[in-house]
């Protein structure tokens, strides 16, 4: 193993960071790691003794992928600072925990349940206990946790890596054909990092399930673009998609919530379009 395999990068970032962007501040947290030794499994991203006193930036530079933050306007940076700075003004902690506390993201009237745009859910019973599991286990911590259906229908416990609450499946014990399921402590759907997990040749699918119950699967159907052409394919969406959303947001009237809600399911559409994977979805 050369290069933990680290899935995005957002969680390098201090939460609600107002210069990030929407999607990346209300993004999940999972990932898939590799083995890397010397790293426990509880390892937060941060911990200097985990990383043999190394700062995870000094270590991120050695291993990781570097994680350009979309470039963006000076128009949107003052549309999202000017929604953070609201959630702050009105006591908040900040945006990612009061989107948690509220429990769910406000997506706008229209699309609330609306999953007419998603082939239906097909979940085994095996499959939907555990995604139910997931959800309470979400509800509970306001951490995010995971599991790993296995490509015989069986499925791993539910875990957590704690990886800042998030989860991080090891991409070292996925076996081909698995698909991974995790809940959103809030209401969004997969994200992008969630769907870059795709890229890896075991992983045949991804399924979450937010805190009000409803649950979105990606399946491959047996293509995995490599990370250069998700990169580059998924940085022209995100670009198209912040001009294209706060533009709506500001004639619709969009709460902040209802702009990044959103943005990332515009994402989650077009990139599962781009590569023709399935996107089911419903209520458990
Ligand atoms: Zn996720």
Known sequence: MDEPFIVDGVEIMYPGDPDAPGYLIWNCRCRTIAEVEGLSHSWDGRSTDALDGMTYEEWKQAH??????????????????????EYRDAGKKDVQYAQQESGNLMPPSAYDGDFSDFEPLELTDEARKTMKELQKLGIDTGW??????????????????????????KADEI???????????????LSAGDLKLLINQNISGIINITNNGDVFHADVNGY???????????????????????????????????YVYMCIKEELFRICRQFEWTLRGGKL
């Open 64 to 85: 990781g992928k570097s994680q350009p933050i979309t470039a963006q306007t000076e128009k949107g940076k003052a549309a999202k600072r000017a929604a953070v700075q």
């Open 144 to 169: 995010e946790h995971g599991a790993i259906l296995y490509p015989d229908g069986t499925i791993s416990k539910p875990f957590s890596s704690e990886l800042h609450g998030g989860v991080a499946f």
């Open 175 to 189: 076996p081909m054909g698995s698909t991974l399921l995790h809940c959103h402590t809030n209401g969004t759907p």
């Open 224 to 258: 995995h673009p490599d990370d250069e052409e998700f990169e580059e394919f998924e940085a022209d969406v995100r670009r198209e998609i912040d001009k294209e959303m706060l533009e709506r947001m500001r004639d619709e009237g969009w709460t902040y919530e209802e």
